[in-house]
């Protein structure tokens, strides 16, 4: 089964085919990321003109480089939520129209469903994936979730972020400390070489059973310190970021080891662009070692938004019989049920 996955969510208007739900024929992404780095954050409007000037580009060019034709495949899968509502309706419709024109199914993906499959893709570098049930942390700037994901289509919610997102809160320490847009890359490179336990700043919601986050009262704490002190001198900045970081980090590791624990699980799947920290990295291989869990990961390529991974998740659910008619539309709070 070839199918064509259509990403436009948010940032990255991206386009790839993936073939019998596992091997990658082509994956391009096309980020917005510079048109944006001037406003420090993603601008919807920006984003939605992007997008339209973009995305039938980045379709031929995923059909050229898996070399494929659009009447060979056998279905489309686009994101339909969550998201920003203008890039979403460019990408769905887009896929509704080419599926329309080929005469195939088209469904909708809700991203978030995407970024739980994306671990089942890559089986050459990664032949053995998680077995169902396990515990999910799904990690980027727009989402800090735990979910116990029992199948393909099947994940209960077990806690998430009341405010910020982990990324988001490292885009926004980011720009207090001028570090750009976006930041989590930055800070993670600087925090290599600098002292964890240089300051300390605050970890929200430690309660025993508390399976959710806070990243807002960091975020501030960082901001109070700032305006006390002024920004660090440079030689400064690894302790800085270190020490942010590892307050970001311990809240993550902390409570996905009390999601593995209380759901008597014994395998994680981290994803979502701040997958890629290495801080993060370290520490979950760590807590594996300690606790005797299995760690998995996805390629960087695949934790950040893409469109292989809405391919698989639509694979999955064409293969359930879903369908989209016409009348599929986008949802910017759809819910992952
Ligand atoms: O999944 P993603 O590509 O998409 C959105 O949620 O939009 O994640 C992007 C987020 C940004 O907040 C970025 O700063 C963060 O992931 N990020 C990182 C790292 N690489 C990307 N955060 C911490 N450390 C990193 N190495």
């Given at each position: 089964m070839l199918i064509l996955g259509i990403e436009t969510s948010c940032d990255e208007t991206a386009a790839a085919v993936v073939a019998d739900g596992k091997s990658i024929r082509s994956n391009v992404i096309s980020s917005q990321v510079l048109v944006h780095a001037e406003y420090g954050g993603v601008v919807p409007e920006v984003a939605s003109r992007q997008h339209l000037a973009t995305v039938v580009k980045v379709v031929r060019q995923a059909l050229n480089e898996a070399g494929v034709e659009a009447r060979d495949l056998d279905g489309i899968a686009a994101t339909c939520g969550p998201g920003l509502v203008g890039p979403l309706l460019v990408g769905l419709e887009l896929g509704k129209s080419l599926a329309y024109a080929i005469r195939k199914p088209v469904v909708g993906v809700n991203h978030l469903r995407g970024h739980l499959a994306a671990?089942?893709?890559d089986h050459a570098k990664n032949p053995s994936p998680p077995p169902f049930p396990h515990v999910a942390l799904l990690v980027s700037g727009g989402n800090t979730t735990l979910f116990r994901v029992d199948g393909q289509a099947k994940t209960v919610l077990l806690g998430s972020t009341r405010d910020d997102a982990a990324g988001e809160a490292f885009d926004k320490v980011a720009k207090l400390l001028g570090l750009g847009y976006p930041g989590g890359m930055v800070i993670d490179r600087l925090a290599?070489?600098?002292?964890?336990?240089a300051i300390h700043f605050p970890r929200a919601l430690p309660g025993r059973e508390d399976l959710d986050f806070s990243f807002s009262g960091l975020k501030t704490a960082v901001a109070t310190r700032l305006a006390a002190l002024g920004r660090p001198p440079e030689n400064e900045l690894p302790d800085f970021c270190a020490s942010f970081q590892v307050a970001v980090v311990d809240v993550l590791v902390r409570k996905a080891r009390r999601a593995l624990a209380r759901e008597g699980l014994r395998a994680l799947v981290v994803c979502g662009g701040v997958a890629a920290n290495g801080g993060l990295r370290t520490a979950l291989a760590e807590a594996a070692a300690e606790d005797g869990f299995s760690l998995h990961i996805p390629a960087a390529v695949l934790c950040t938004d893409n469109a292989a991974m809405i391919a698989l998740a639509g694979t999955w659910a064409i293969a359930r019989g879903e369908r989209g008619g016409l009348d599929l539309s986008v949802d910017p709070g759809l819910p992952l049920s």
């Open positions: 671990v089942y893709l290599a070489t600098g002292s964890a336990t």
